[in-house]
């Protein structure tokens, strides 16, 4: 029996796999998550805690030349496959400084250059 062929990759941007520690804050809460991978428009998360679609976060994370922060609003929650405590989340970015911009667009092109 013949495999159906896996749908195109519908994503505007390449995504790259990464394993950092992130800092996701939504009002006053802010929680411990890790970081699956990452574009230039989004990233999925593990966190430990849900958290509602369309809330809108602030993310930070270090890269080389130091904390970078990124506004977004959460766009899927569901149940991870890391252990039945965890989340993978997905974020899609609402806005980021230029800087910033600059810096995880250098990231993403060595990341996935090597």
């Known amino acids: ?3 159906p062929d896996a749908p195109p990759d519908r994503r505007r941007t ?3 796999a990464s394993d ?3 800092t996701l804050t939504a009002g006053t809460h802010v929680t ?3 970081l699956r991978n990452i574009s230039t ?3 999925r998360c593990t966190l430990m805690t849900p958290i509602a679609e369309l809330t ?3 993310l930070g994370f270090q890269l080389a030349n130091g904390v970078q922060e990124i506004e977004g609003a959460v766009v899927r929650c ?3 496959d890391h252990g039945l ?3 993978d989340v997905a974020v899609y970015f609402t806005g980021m400084s230029q800087t910033v911009r600059d810096t995880l667009g250098s990231y993403l092109s060595s990341k996935s250059a090597g």
Do not use: H, N
């Open 1 to 3: 029996m013949a495999t």
């Open 14 to 16: 390449p995504r790259v």
């Open 20 to 22: 950092l520690q992130l």
């Open 32 to 34: 411990p998550a890790r």
């Open 41 to 43: 428009v989004g990233l």
């Open 56 to 58: 809108r976060v602030r």
């Open 78 to 80: 569901e149940q991870g």
């Open 85 to 87: 405590s965890s989340w």
